[in-house]
């Protein structure tokens, strides 16, 4: 790619594997915007009122005007063609969708179904953090949560996929990457119990479980799930994996097919992975 746009955990430009200074704030929040955007036409006055909203209108609009100068002299200084992304007029701005570039954001929030493990470990581990750390725009704000909710729907699929198919040392490394992100995700506590179950210890599945009841107590001030403390107790009871997981018990399992059985998923906040 000629241009990379990491917008995540930090900002950073690269232009053929060389960093990029662009050490302007709104310049930044401009082109994070536009880049998120690619391919919407915006008016020039609803981008100036959305990075400086308290600012007079003439003021705003000059303001723009050298914010989009900054951003064209830093792509100059990566060799690459200004058109190339931006399609300016006196009117509108837009950035180019079908331009040579990347974003880590944009990769977190492909549609596409992704079914492979790998492909799933490849986007996560780009999610370096928030969106834009340190910036408070309003528009950040919102693309920061819908991103973060992105983050968990990805991070959830990947447990899933690593439980399901008894991977539980993998499970245990991104359960711990997800925690240690700071959202206390239940989900990730309760695929920590489960992995450490698969692995026949049931002292760390105790240890799991109080660590979800510190760290949602902690941060958020809540219990934990009634799901949560019912799969706590099952595991401790010695309840078979295959049935917590919702998967055919081994003898009913064949070569022809082995799919999950219709039912509520294992735990709330991972779905079933067909």
């Known amino acids: 790619m000629s241009l990379k746009i990491y917008l995540l955990g930090q900002f950073n430009l690269q232009a053929n594997h060389h960093s990029l200074e662009l050490p302007s704030r709104p310049a930044q929040s401009l082109l994070a915007y536009l880049a998120l955007n690619a391919g919407i036409t915006t008016r020039r006055e609803r981008l100036a009122n959305l990075l400086w909203p308290e600012a007079a209108e003439p003021n705003a609009r000059r303001y723009l005007r050298q914010t989009l100068w900054r951003i064209h002299r830093t792509l100059q200084d990566g060799s690459l063609a200004w058109e190339d992304y931006l399609q300016v007029s006196d009117i509108e701005i837009t ?121 949602l107590n902690r941060d958020l001030g809540l219990e934990p799930y009634p799901e949560t403390r019912q799969l706590f107790e099952q595991l401790v009871a010695g309840a078979p994996l295959p049935t917590l997981l919702g998967l055919p018990k081994p003898e009913t399992i064949t070569l022809v097919e082995a799919k999950p059985v219709p039912g509520s998923p294992p735990y709330k906040g991972l779905d079933f992975f067909d």
């Open 95 to 215: 950035f180019n969708s079908h331009a040579d570039y990347w974003t880590d954001a944009g990769l977190l929030l492909t549609r596409e179904k992704v079914q492979q493990v790998d492909d799933l470990v490849e986007i996560i581990h780009h999610y370096q953090g928030e969106l834009l750390p340190g910036f408070y725009d309003h528009w950040v704000v919102l693309e920061r949560e819908r991103l973060q909710a992105a983050y968990h729907q990805k991070m959830s699929q990947l447990l899933e996929c690593l439980l399901q198919d008894g991977q539980w040392h993998e499970a245990l490394h991104w359960a711990e990457q997800w925690i240690m992100l700071g959202y206390s995700p239940e989900p990730a506590f309760r695929a920590l119990m489960i992995a450490h179950a698969g692995l026949g210890d049931q002292g760390m599945v105790s240890a799991a479980y109080q660590r979800c009841v510190a760290a």
